[in-house]
C-alpha cells in the first residue's frame, strides 16, 4: 500500500518538472525568436572598404631639364632636401653662352640703331622729303633687326637667362632654380655631368595638395558621394577626410577612382607620395 502511494507521489512530481521544463523550453524559444526578428528589422550599416594610393596634382611635380649644352657645376642640393621657389639648385656652365651673348649685344646694338633710323626717316617720309623706295628699304632693315633681336631675346629667356642681366653679365655660368618649393625627390646629374638641352635634372615635388586616390569597387560607386568622411590608419594616427572628386569612368580593374582630401593639414606631412593605404568610407 505505502510504495502505490510512493509511486503516485513521484508521477505527480515527474509531471510537474515537465510541464515547468516544456514552459521554460517555450518562454526561451519565442524569446529567440523575437531577437531574430529584432535583428531582422535593425538597419545594417557597414563602411565601404577600398585601398588608395598617397598622390599629388600633376601640376605639383616639376621637372627640371637643362635647355643648353654644357656642365654641371656647383651642384648644391640632395635627394630629400627642401628648396625654396627661386632658390638656385646647380649652375650650368658653357661655352656656347659667351658665343651666344654676343650674338645678342650686336642684335640689340643693330636694333638700336636701326629704330632710331627707322623714326627719324619717318618724320622725313611725313613730310615727302625722302621716296617710298627709301623708306621702305630703311623700314625692312628696322623690322629685320627687331625681328632678329626678340627672337634671341626669347630664346635666352628659354633658357633661363633674365635678358637684362644676360648683357651684362661676365660669367659664362646659367643658374638654375626651382621654379616651386618643395623637396628634392630625384637628381639624375653629379658635378662635371655633360648635359644637352633635354637632360633632365632634377625633379621636385610639392605636397601642398596632397591628397589620396582611392579605388572603389564599382558596385559600391553609387553608394558614394562628395563629402562623404573617411578615415585610414596610418601607423597609430588615425587620418580622417572626405571625398573631393568621384570620376565618371570605370577603370580596367572594374573599380571607380575617389579623390579624397584630408581634414588636417598637419596630417599630409606624416604620408608619402606613393604610399598604398587601406581606407573605410562611413557610410
Known amino acids: 500500500m505505502k510504495n502505490r502511494i510512493y509511486i503516485a507521489l513521484t508521477c505527480t512530481i515527474l509531471m510537474a518538472c515537465g510541464d515547468k521544463i516544456e514552459e521554460n523550453t517555450a518562454e526561451e524559444t519565442q524569446k529567440n525568436v523575437e531577437t531574430e526578428q529584432a535583428k531582422e528589422s535593425a538597419p545594417i550599416t557597414q563602411n565601404i572598404e577600398c585601398f588608395g594610393v598617397i598622390d599629388v596634382p600633376p601640376f605639383s611635380v616639376l621637372e627640371i631639364f637643362a635647355k643648353t649644352n654644357g ?6 642640393v640632395l635627394e630629400g632636401q627642401h628648396v625654396k621657389k ?13 658665343h651666344l651673348q654676343k650674338e645678342y649685344k650686336t642684335a640689340k646694338a643693330n636694333y638700336d640703331w636701326q629704330k632710331l633710323n627707322f623714326e627719324r626717316n619717318q618724320k622725313l617720309y611725313d613730310s615727302k622729303t625722302i621716296s617710298d623706295k627709301d623708306f621702305q628699304f630703311i623700314e625692312k632693315e628696322y623690322l629685320v633687326a627687331k625681328s632678329t633681336f626678340m627672337g634671341l631675346k626669347e630664346e635666352i ?3 633661363g637667362f633674365d635678358d637684362e642681366q644676360f648683357l651684362s653679365a661676365t660669367s659664362s655660368r646659367l643658374s638654375i632654380r626651382s621654379k616651386t618649393h618643395g623637396t628634392v625627390v630625384k637628381i639624375n646629374v653629379k658635378n662635371g655631368t655633360k648635359v644637352t638641352p633635354d637632360t633632365h635634372l632634377f625633379t621636385v615635388l610639392d605636397k601642398s595638395h596632397l591628397h589620396v586616390e582611392m579605388k572603389v569597387s564599382a558596385s559600391n560607386i553609387s553608394k558614394i558621394a562628395l563629402d562623404q568622411p573617411f578615415f585610414m590608419i596610418n601607423s597609430n594616427d588615425t587620418i580622417k577626410g ?3 572628386l568621384i570620376n565618371d569612368m570605370i577603370e580596367s580593374d572594374n573599380t571607380v577612382k575617389v579623390h579624397g582630401h584630408f581634414s588636417n593639414p598637419a596630417d599630409e606631412e606624416k604620408l ?4 598604398k593605404v587601406f581606407v573605410q568610407l562611413l557610410p
Request: glycine residues 6%.
Open 272 to 275: 608619402i607620395v606613393g604610399q
Open 86 to 98: 627661386g632658390e638656385v639648385i646647380a649652375e650650368i656652365e658653357s661655352p656656347e653662352f659667351a
Open 242 to 244: 572626405t571625398v573631393h
Open 71 to 76: 656642365y654641371i657645376t656647383d651642384l648644391s
Open 157 to 159: 629667356r628659354a633658357i
